[in-house]
């Protein structure tokens, strides 16, 4: 079984950090892409930030030049590195893996974490 876990959310003003974490446990074959998600109520789940094993990282237009996404792959981690944030980037923030459970699995299987709170006060 997979978990990922979050930490890191919470309570900020506006122009302040956070960063936020995610551990990969369980056991499985090998972590494909990972990534970051968020979510505001009455809304679609929005792209933030996603990184592939290699490394290379991609960006959702509204966090461009302020958030840094990077990953340890020895310890299946993830991070999101949240500056100069804004009210608008208020939302539940969910950890994304693409994940192969063994080596004959040709396909990753999408595992998500369970959401952290992230909110920027004006």
């Known amino acids: 079984q997979v978990q990922l876990v979050e930490s890191g959310g919470g309570l900020v003003q506006a122009g302040e950090s956070l960063r936020l974490s995610c551990a990969a446990s369980?056991?499985?074959?090998?972590?494909?892409?990972m990534g970051w998600y968020r979510q505001v109520p009455g809304n679609q789940r929005e792209l933030v930030a996603t990184?592939?094993?290699?490394?290379?990282?991609s960006y959702g237009d509204s966090v461009k030049g302020r958030f840094t996404i990077s990953r340890d792959n020895a310890k299946n981690t993830v991070s999101l590195e949240m500056n100069n944030l804004k009210p608008e980037d208020t939302a539940v923030y969910f950890c994304?893996?693409?994940?192969?459970?063994?080596?004959?699995?040709?396909?990753?299987?999408?595992?998500w974490g369970q959401g952290t709170q992230v909110t920027v006060s004006s």
């Open positions: 990184i592939t094993s290699t490394g290379a990282a």
């Open positions: 994304h893996a693409g994940i192969r459970g063994r080596p004959s699995t040709v396909r990753a299987v999408d595992h």
């Open positions: 369980g056991s499985f074959f090998f972590i494909s892409t």
